[in-house]
């Protein structure tokens, strides 16, 4: 068995990263992170945790359900500011993800979000986007 979760943050990364409109909304340059560095230019969009649940059975047996969290970050002169663009961009990464297609090596049986938060940080300044997205995969043999 291959790990989904390395299929599907790959997908995530490069639809996210190819993304014209997203580029827009994230002041010309879609910044995407597994690590982020140490003093990093907002925003910009970490991909965080991920779940793999196996749904397999004795005909199909690797079916797989994946929990995959996706943050934005977002900080600007006014924390109103930042708030609007962080849950922009969300909007627009919630789209990108929920319609993903290409995973190296799994078929994509389902996806959708199964949770958005919008937090402000304890800074005062940022604002935070929480998603997490539900995919259903089965491995191509």
């Not at 390395?6 to 690590?35: N, P």
Request: one cysteine or more; hydrophobic letters at 40%.
């Amino acid at each position: 068995m291959s790990d989904p979760s390395l299929a599907i943050q790959g997908a995530q990364y490069t639809a996210l990263t190819a993304d014209a409109t997203l580029a827009t909304l994230m002041d010309g340059a879609v910044r995407v992170y597994d690590i982020v560095p140490a003093m990093p230019t907002f925003p910009y969009i970490s991909i965080g945790d991920d779940q793999i649940l196996d749904n397999g059975n004795s005909c199909e047996p690797d079916i797989f359900e994946l929990f995959s969290t996706s943050h934005v970050w977002s900080r600007q002169n006014t924390p109103a500011v930042g708030r609007t663009q962080a849950k922009r961009i969300a909007e627009r990464v919630r789209d990108i993800l929920k319609n993903l297609s290409t995973v190296t090596g799994f078929k994509v049986d389902g996806a959708h979000l199964e949770r958005l938060d919008h937090i402000r940080d304890q800074d005062g300044l940022t604002a935070h986007s929480i998603l997490v997205m539900r995919y259903l995969l089965a491995t191509t043999a």
